[in-house]
Nanobody
Framework: VQLVESGGGSVQAGGSLRLSCAAPGYRYDTYCMGWFRQAPGKAREGIAV???????AYAESMKDRFTISVDNAKNTLYLQMNSLKPEDTATYYC???????????????????????WGHGTQVTVS
């Protein structure tokens, strides 16, 4: 299974972007999918996760501006980002794994993620 992110780019502060993560062939009854980002010189940061029950968890600093969603028919994960700030500049990655019990804790308590697949990333630059 290959995850492919798209939708990144350059945007002015206050603008919006919608990232997509295509996951063709990824079909499990229970799953966890998420978005992460990493800026140069900084550690990877969890943004949001969503599980197959439809439950979500967001990083506190982004929950009012970012929305995670999934289209199961298209096997595609999305991240709608609004009111972007220069500090949102980073490479954004999607990830997918089986099961739901561990999913929300990845964001809520910083648990080590148990994802099976990661995308190669898409760059977001906010100026």
């Amino acid at each position: 299974v290959q995850l492919v992110e798209s939708g990144g780019g350059s945007v002015q502060a206050g603008g919006s972007l919608r990232l997509s993560c295509a996951a063709p062939g990824y079909r499990y009854d229970t799953y966890c999918m998420g978005w992460f980002r990493q800026a140069p010189g900084k550690a990877r940061e969890g943004i949001a996760v969503i599980d197959s029950d439809g439950d979500t968890a967001y990083a506190e600093s982004m929950k009012d501006r970012f929305t995670i969603s999934v289209d199961n028919a298209k096997n595609t994960l999305y991240l709608q980002m609004n009111s972007l700030k220069p500090e949102d500049t980073a490479t954004y990655y999607c990830a997918a794994g089986q099961g739901v019990g561990w999913c929300l804790d990845v964001i809520r308590v910083g648990a080590e993620p148990d994802f099976d697949y990661w995308g190669h990333g898409t760059q977001v630059t906010v100026s």
